[in-house]
């Protein structure tokens, strides 16, 4: 990576350790520099304190944004803010992926075309088909932030490789709106993150598929939307505290998709980062964590977002954290289930045979029969079965886009072609387990759709004799523009892999830990519907033992 570096000896490392363990430990919250203000100031006020933001009994922010907005502040900064004792009320106009240019003619149609998610006391309430007028005229915010989406938060007015794109008009025009209905608000801007190394998706080859470009132009155009805009009161500049926490023995590990934050150091850092801006003073120190994080976690993604505030467009080196002695960065665990694949132990350990009914890979079995179409037994540790159930295909006629098949010559991983709506994947321990109330239990498996593979998914886990959908998964409803579904998802996949992790909190007893990965339409990652079961829909449970960023399926029992 060629993005510039701090803390290049050890006295330097040994003396930030020194000053952040006295800030945590002692609880002593410092200002944060707002370097990009700083710069904006009247020549010599460099030598002066910086001004900590007057604040109303109750800071209301409200953010107009999509996906990485949501990513930004729904999640953890009310703990922020409540640890603190500062009353807050978050608000997020949310639409999927959305761009400037789709806010700004939202605003000029007045569309009622928002998902307006509000934070009050820790609640969160969410209201569909609402207009920015309306959202913006609900309270008397303190902060509203916009931003740029579809990828091009790097783009101010730029080409590169071949991708030209400008935020103007269209960032003038939002914020021209904003002003008009929300004059005493202070404007925000946010700047995203860049993608994780290794991820396909098109939108990172806007930067030419490499992070460090990617960081290196959202620091460009941020500096750009700065100085064209000088209304603009502060920078979210999460790409700087995501940067950060990379440097740490997280390392590149802070997504769950490659482009979205994953929903723990990823979440919990960028929210950090907007608690101490806002505040105006540091948030190393500050006592909420989610549960999932342990004190050392939090104190690292608590200092990445630190140092974002203090020294913005750089990425501040904290490789000198070091996990405390015995600690692995894993909680501590029993394994209920653990698979491997390879075309060698898929063949010796009967997966094949139970997958397919043959004995040899590279034979599909053809089914349109309602039921359970094969299963794979946990064959590395633990007890389980991993299996895919469908629903009655009998009515399509038995041509080739009318079967379904079941596969594992790929790598010795289970695949299967046509899903329709209401197939579902479904892991499950078979070991005689009764789980009490309160029990965590976690999953994680690799998944890959194919370039032709269904698109929409809901995961589901049973709890008591009910499946739940999962709780940190955002579920969606949308109905689809060809088919006319209307479906209620948790996953829009894409062309590429993904991992799939979660932990979740049992509130019933529960026998054996089941989960569900439910097909809700035959839609496809290419956004094209057949209608039918499509031979070239394949769905395949992946999982490469040489390559840690593709985990093989493991059910876990936290301890």
């Known amino acids: 990576m060629n993005i510039n ?24 919250f410092v200002n944060c520099t707002n370097a990009e203000e700083a710069a904006a100031a009247p020549s010599g006020s460099g030598d002066s304190e910086p001004e900590v933001p007057v604040l109303p009994e109750t800071v209301k922010i409200l953010a107009i944004g999509n996906s990485f907005s949501a990513d930004a502040v729904e999640q953890e900064l009310y703990g922020l803010f409540e640890a603190v004792g500062q009353k807050v009320v978050i608000g997020n106009m949310y639409i999927g992926g959305c761009p400037l240019e789709t806010h700004a003619a939202n605003a000029a149609s007045d569309a009622a075309a928002y998902s307006y998610r509000k934070i009050v006391d820790g609640v969160m309430t969410k209201t569909s088909s609402v207009k920015l007028s309306t959202a913006l005229a609900d309270e008397d915010w303190t902060f509203v932030s916009v931003q740029e989406g579809k990828g091009f938060h790097g783009f101010y007015d730029t080409t590169h490789e071949g991708t030209t794109h400008s935020m103007e008009p269209d960032l003038t025009n939002l914020l021209n709106y904003v002003r008009s209905k929300c004059p005493d608000a202070r404007l925000v801007y946010h700047a995203p993150w860049a993608a994780k190394e290794g991820y396909t998706g098109v939108k990172f080859s806007y930067y030419g598929y490499d992070q460090a470009k990617m960081y290196e132009m959202i620091c460009g155009a941020t500096k750009e939307v700065v100085a064209a805009h000088p209304e603009i009161g502060l920078v979210m500049n999460s790409m700087d505290a995501i940067q950060n926490v990379r440097t740490s023995y997280f390392g590149d590990n802070v997504t769950r998709d490659g482009w979205h934050l994953n929903y723990t150091i990823g979440r919990y850092t960028a929210g950090c980062l907007w608690f101490e801006k806002i505040m105006g003073r540091s948030v190393v120190g500050n006592a909420y964590r989610p549960s999932a994080i342990s004190e050392t976690d939090a ?33 501590p665990h029993t394994v209920l289930a653990k698979w491997y694949f390879s075309r060698e132990r898929t063949v010796a350990d009967g997966g094949c045979e139970t997958w397919t009914g043959q004995d040899e890979l590279g034979v599909y079995r053809y089914d349109n029969e309602p039921g359970e179409r094969g299963y794979f037994e946990a064959n590395e540790e633990g007890a389980g079965r991993l299996s895919y159930v469908q629903v009655d295909k009998t009515e399509w006629p038995e041509d080739a886009a009318g079967l379904s098949t079941l596969d594992v010559s790929n790598g010795g991983q289970p695949v299967m072609s046509g899903p329709m709506a209401g197939d579902y994947w479904q892991f499950a321990t078979t070991g005689g387990h009764e789980f009490a109330e309160g029990t965590r239990l976690r999953i994680v498996y690799t998944y890959n759709p194919g370039n032709y593979g269904a698109k929409y998914w809901r995961i589901e886990y049973k709890d008591g004799d009910v499946f739940k959908p999962v709780p940190s998964f955002e579920l969606k409803t949308e109905t689809l523009p060809l088919s006319g579904e209307t479906v209620t998802y948790n996953q829009a996949f894409d062309a590429s892999q993904r991992v799939i992790e979660f932990t979740v909190v049992l509130d019933n007893p529960t026998s054996e830990f089941v989960v569900r990965q439910i097909c809700c339409s035959a839609y496809q990652v290419n956004d094209k519907w057949l209608g039918h079961p499509n031979i070239k829909c394949v769905s ?16 876990d029992l936290l301890l």
Not at 5 to 25: D, G, P, T, V, W
Not at 543 to 554: R, T
């Open 540 to 555: 395949r449970i992946a999982g490469d033992p040489n390559n840690e960023n593709k985990p093989l399926p493991q059910m």
């Open 299 to 331: 104190l690292v993604c608590q200092t990445a977002a630190h140092e974002a505030c203090e020294h913005p467009y750089v990425v501040t080196d904290l490789s000198y954290f070091e996990k405390p002695a015995g600690e692995d960065g894993d909680e």
């Open 5 to 28: 570096l701090k803390l290049s000896n050890y006295m330097e490392k040994m003396s930030r350790i020194c000053r952040l363990m006295s800030i945590a430990f002692a609880l002593i």
